[in-house]
């Protein structure tokens, strides 16, 4: 099965307010544009994979993830994550209505092509499924098999919500780079140990971060 994934991004000045205390407001946008980069390109890198929409009104974060392969959706609704959500998959179902599609976090920095798909070909089998993220509380990715709507529930304590919704949760071992989302500065160290992208490493690079 061949996946369409949509990646929802707030403009960038407003992208991953949690991070302040750890990278000041002067660097977290930068570094909000350098985990989607990485995600971006570790997606469009996955066997799994079709093609990757992000849903976005940032006007840097559209042209900088287009350049790298992602088509652009404007945030029309301006209604929050899961109406971008939403929104991004009618999109793409409005031209293929019996697509696969998956939801995924814009802030994966140190996703990896083959965990992904791993993910993607577990997720294959059941109309809709999702992966619960590193702190066991959120979610990373929910799918949606062809001719399923996706639902989604993100947002605090997404993985129950999602299990309340009828998805199936993913049991997987072994595929960290895809639960590892980034919202605090633990986060980010826990992301840097497995290792993150080019442009989340040299933004990082730029910060002191305290043990």
Do not use: Y
């Not at 980069?37 to 849903?55: E, F, G, I, L, Y």
């Amino acid at each position: 099965m061949q996946w369409t994934l949509v990646i929802p991004l707030k403009p960038l000045e407003r992208a991953k307010s949690r991070l302040t205390a750890a990278t000041g407001d002067t660097l977290r946008p930068g570094l909000a544009l350098a985990f989607a980069q990485d995600t971006v390109a570790a997606a469009t890198a996955c066997p799994a994979v079709r093609s990757v929409v992000v849903v976005t009104d940032d006007g840097l974060a559209g042209r900088e993830l287009a350049a790298l392969g992602a088509r652009i959706v404007r945030d029309e609704p301006a209604g929050g994550l899961n109406a971008a959500l939403v929104h991004g998959t009618a999109a793409v179902r409005a031209a293929r209505p019996e697509t696969a599609v998956a939801a995924l976090n814009a802030d994966l920095p140190a996703l990896r092509p083959p965990e992904l798909a791993r993910v993607l070909d577990s997720a294959a089998r059941f109309p809709r499924a999702f992966l619960a993220d590193a702190a066991g509380l959120g979610t990373t990715l929910l799918s949606a098999a062809p001719g399923t709507e996706l639902h989604p529930a993100f947002g605090e304590r997404s993985r129950a919500r999602h299990t309340a919704s009828g998805a199936v949760e993913l049991p997987l071992g072994g595929v960290d780079s895809v639960r590892q989302d980034v919202d605090t500065g633990d986060d980010l160290r826990a992301a840097l140990a497995l290792g993150v992208g080019p442009r989340t490493a040299a933004a990082a690079a730029r910060l002191l971060i305290a043990d």
